[in-house]
């Protein structure tokens, strides 16, 4: 696999041995920024389940300003260290060996928002005649994901088409890519709906 477009565009990226790991293919990245455009110029990206990095490494080729990647393997986490420094991006990319959704509670604690959130989890089960238990309808339910949104912001889920997720009510989705077995959400937090009018009414 490899950058595909940006300053290190062509760069080939190592990938961990072993089914522990399952990247992104190049065609599905390439149809993800095509539909992106120039949003990951200046944006500050976060990826989840970073896997081997691609999705953040190819934000910062094309002109991000910073990528935090979330990866629960330290062997991973190794994998992600070299392809940056290999691609010349390491001084924007930042790297936390935790679990996802401690890493975004904490996250969201400190009151961090990011342009672009990513994340390409491990796929789920069919389900059929039940409600997901993957990971993705886990990110979806989440009370702490639409936190770290920056205003105009944008989250991007990947799962499998036989996966079929339940978009909560504070999700907006605005469009759904399919490639293959693989599917993109991309979606913005709804903004909340204003507190009733509590003003005394003057009697009739």
């Not at 069919?126 to 989250?155: C, H, I, M, T, W």
């Not at 959400?185 to 709906?193: D, H, N, V, Y």
């Amino acid at each position: 696999m490899r950058i595909i477009g940006g300053t290190a565009g062509g760069r080939i990226l190592k990938v961990p041995d072993g089914l522990g790991v399952r990247p992104t293919p190049d065609l599905v990245r390439q149809a993800i920024f095509n539909s992106l455009v120039d949003r990951p110029i200046d944006a500050r990206v976060l990826e989840l389940f970073g896997g081997t990095g691609a999705l953040s490494l190819e934000c910062l080729s094309r002109g991000s300003t910073s990528a935090l990647i979330v990866e629960k393997s330290a062997k991973h986490a190794e994998f992600i260290r070299r392809n940056a420094a290999l691609a010349g991006l390491a001084d924007r990319l930042h790297l936390r060996i935790q679990d996802a959704f401690t890493a975004m509670a904490q996250l969201a604690g400190q009151g961090e928002v990011f342009e672009l959130v990513l994340a390409d989890p491990p796929y789920g089960d069919k389900n059929v005649g039940k409600r997901s238990e993957s990971f993705a309808q886990r990110l979806l339910d989440d009370v702490n994901l639409p936190r770290l949104v920056a205003p105009d912001g944008l989250v991007l889920i990947g799962h499998t088409k036989r996966d079929t997720l339940a978009i909560p009510a504070h999700w907006d989705e605005r469009k759904t890519m399919k490639h293959g077995d693989t599917m993109f959400r991309f979606l913005r937090p709804k903004a909340p709906s204003p507190p009733p009018d509590e003003t005394p009414q003057p009697p009739q």
